[in-house]
């Protein structure tokens, strides 16, 4: 049975979902853009139906799986969105987003976390690729538990392209850092927009329209630490977690993972197909999230209870030009 697929995405990713649509054997039957004016010209170039809006798109019962590649500040708009996801979740549709959508303690979050017609939004929908579950990670699963505590790290993602992508980024980090060090007590962070820095007091953009470089430092009740640094305007696709620790080194990434002990020593180490070009390797990281959604199996929704506060954090951090806590994000929601 073939399987089609309905996407929402800026007129600079159409490449890109050009080569997961090809590499997944999907056909794409509606199209439209954040952008109006994009909106026609990115479904030409799948030969496919055009979507006026994201609520045109969703009720297309044509498409198996609605992919939203950009989002560009609409999920965090009064738009009814949260509503038509459930409207078309409950029709048989699968919905997936590239862009990350409001987490607990955000503007605007409400209406994904009321339950509508029966269903919260939120858990109608999935976010991804995630890093912590890519095959990669998967595979190194018994490799990290081996290897123990966890005392820094360096969490770096570098991308390329003018869809904002940045939230999805530092959601992506975020989520691996708390997987492996747990929730820390302070994050001091600072948000470059594209040409220009965020002044202390002027608000960063919604996290699915953030875009530009994000770098933070996360301090940890322990003693312990962590380094964020990703950018959507560095170029290509890579994305790897550094962990240091008594057990030494292990670095992961999309490509596989290296343990290596404090005397430079190899213990364990893996190394999955080399793709040789960036713009591949994204393809592949994109099929392996959709892919299990298509095929109807049930994947794991974004720990959103415990990143929202510590993205909040991180964002308001980039505001005020201070230190702040997700505890106290926490307890004011």
């Given at each position: 049975?073939?399987?089609?697929?309905?996407?929402?995405?800026?007129?600079?990713?159409?490449?890109?979902?050009?080569?997961?649509?090809?590499?997944?054997?999907?056909?794409?039957?509606?199209?439209?853009?954040?952008?109006?004016?994009?909106?026609?010209?990115?479904?030409?170039?799948?030969?496919?139906?055009?979507?006026?809006?994201?609520?045109?798109?969703?009720?297309?019962?044509?498409?198996?799986?609605?992919?939203?590649?950009?989002?560009?500040?609409?999920?965090?708009?009064?738009?009814?969105?949260?509503?038509?996801?459930?409207?078309?979740?409950?029709?048989?549709?699968?919905?997936?987003?590239?862009?990350?959508?409001?987490?607990?303690?955000?503007?605007?979050?409400?209406?994904?976390?009321?339950?509508?017609?029966?269903?919260?939004?939120?858990?109608?929908?999935?976010?991804?690729?995630?890093?912590?579950?890519?095959?990669?990670?998967?595979?190194?699963?018994?490799v990290l538990e081996a290897f123990g505590d966890v005392r820094s790290a360096l969490i770096a993602g570098h991308r390329g392209g003018e869809a904002p992508a940045a939230g999805a980024q530092l959601v992506d980090a975020?989520?691996?850092?708390?997987?492996?060090?747990?929730?820390?007590?302070?994050?001091?962070?600072?948000?470059?927009?594209?040409?220009?820095?965020?002044?202390?007091?002027?608000?960063?953009?919604?996290?699915?329209?953030?875009?530009?470089?994000?770098?933070?430092?996360?301090?940890?009740?322990?003693?312990?630490?962590?380094?964020?640094?990703?950018?959507?305007?560095?170029?290509?696709?890579?994305?790897?977690?550094?962990?240091?620790?008594?057990?030494?080194?292990?670095?992961?990434?999309?490509?596989?993972?290296?343990?290596?002990?404090?005397?430079?020593?190899l213990v364990d180490g893996t190394e999955r197909r080399d793709r040789g070009d960036a713009a591949l390797a994204e393809v592949d990281a994109l099929a392996d999230f959709l892919s299990p959604i298509l095929?109807?199996?049930?994947?794991?929704?974004?720990?959103?209870?415990?990143?929202?506060?510590?993205?909040?954090?991180?964002?308001?951090?980039?505001?005020?030009?201070?230190?702040?806590?997700?505890?106290?994000?926490?307890?004011?929601?």
């Amino acid at each position: 049975m073939e399987q089609t697929l309905g996407i929402w995405a800026a007129a600079s990713q159409v490449e890109l979902i050009a080569a997961l649509a090809r590499t997944l054997g999907v056909r794409v039957v509606a199209a439209g853009a954040p952008v109006r004016a994009q909106g026609p010209g990115v479904a030409d170039a799948f030969g496919a139906s055009y979507a006026a809006d994201l609520h045109d798109l969703l009720a297309d019962d044509r498409a198996g799986c609605v992919l939203l590649a950009c989002l560009d500040g609409e999920a965090s708009r009064s738009s009814g969105l949260p509503r038509a996801i459930v409207r078309a979740a409950a029709e048989g549709r699968a919905i997936a987003t590239l862009a990350p959508i409001p987490l607990p303690t955000a503007d605007g979050a409400e209406d994904w976390y009321t339950p509508a017609d029966g269903r919260v939004p939120a858990e109608a929908i999935r976010f991804g690729p995630l890093l912590r579950r890519a095959p990669a990670a998967q595979e190194a699963a018994e490799v990290l538990e081996a290897f123990g505590d966890v005392r820094s790290a360096l969490i770096a993602g570098h991308r390329g392209g003018e869809a904002p992508a940045a939230g999805a980024q530092l959601v992506d980090a975020l989520d691996v850092l708390v997987a492996y060090m747990g929730e820390p007590e302070r994050v001091d962070a600072a948000h470059l927009a594209v040409g220009r820095p965020t002044r202390t007091g002027r608000q960063a953009p919604a996290l699915d329209a953030l875009h530009g470089d994000v770098t933070a430092h996360y301090r940890f009740a322990d003693g312990k630490a962590a380094v964020v640094a990703i950018s959507d305007q560095a170029g290509g696709w890579s994305r790897r977690a550094t962990l240091l620790g008594p057990a030494g080194r292990l670095d992961l990434g999309d490509g596989g993972h290296r343990w290596v002990d404090a005397s430079g020593r190899l213990v364990d180490g893996t190394e999955r197909r080399d793709r040789g070009d960036a713009a591949l390797a994204e393809v592949d990281a994109l099929a392996d999230f959709l892919s299990p959604i298509l095929q109807g199996r049930a994947t794991p929704p974004l720990d959103a209870e415990t990143l929202g506060p510590l993205v909040s954090a991180t964002l308001l951090s980039t505001r005020t030009g201070q230190a702040e806590s997700p505890a106290t994000i926490r307890a004011m929601a």
